[in-house]
């Protein structure tokens, strides 16, 4: 089905942008990897209100591992440059609660 095929094309697109990111990281920094999966977040979403055919959507999936895995690695890597020695894992403590609290509000606040 259509919704299957999405995911295929989310992983397929989201694999090599985890394995490349520490290269991208290595030569740009974090906040470059976090504006592109930024941009290619408002792309996407932007693009599926407009998408006149599935095919369109498939192709937008793409971006998901730009914004997915780019958003990720991005972020991990910038709390473990701006986190105290000592603090590394405090600070992705952190992040996974600061990521996850909007959904907890979300469910009980709708």
């Given at each position: 089905?259509?919704?299957?095929?999405?995911?295929?094309?989310?992983?397929?697109?989201?694999?090599?942008?985890?394995?490349?990111?520490?290269?991208f990281?290595?030569k740009h920094?974090?906040?470059?990897?976090l504006?592109?999966?930024?941009?290619?977040?408002?792309?996407?979403?932007?693009?599926?209100?407009?998408?006149?055919?599935?095919?369109?959507?498939?192709?937008?999936?793409?971006?998901?591992g730009?914004?997915?895995?780019?958003g990720?690695?991005?972020?991990?890597?910038?709390?473990?440059?701006?986190?105290p020695?000592?603090?590394?894992?405090?600070?992705?403590?952190?992040?996974?609660?600061?990521?996850?609290?909007?959904?907890?509000?979300?469910?009980?606040?709708?």
């Amino acid at each position: 089905t259509m919704n299957g095929l999405t995911v295929v094309f989310t992983v397929l697109f989201e694999v090599p942008i985890f394995y490349l990111a520490p290269r991208f990281l290595q030569k740009h920094g974090p906040g470059k990897l976090l504006l592109a999966a930024g941009i290619a977040y408002v792309v996407r979403v932007i693009g599926y209100t407009i998408a006149p055919h599935m095919s369109i959507v498939l192709l937008l999936e793409t971006l998901h591992g730009v914004s997915y895995a780019g958003g990720k690695a991005g972020s991990v890597e910038y709390i473990a440059q701006i986190a105290p020695k000592g603090f590394e894992a405090t600070g992705q403590g952190l992040l996974i609660f600061v990521n996850y609290i909007g959904i907890v509000v979300g469910l009980f606040g709708g």
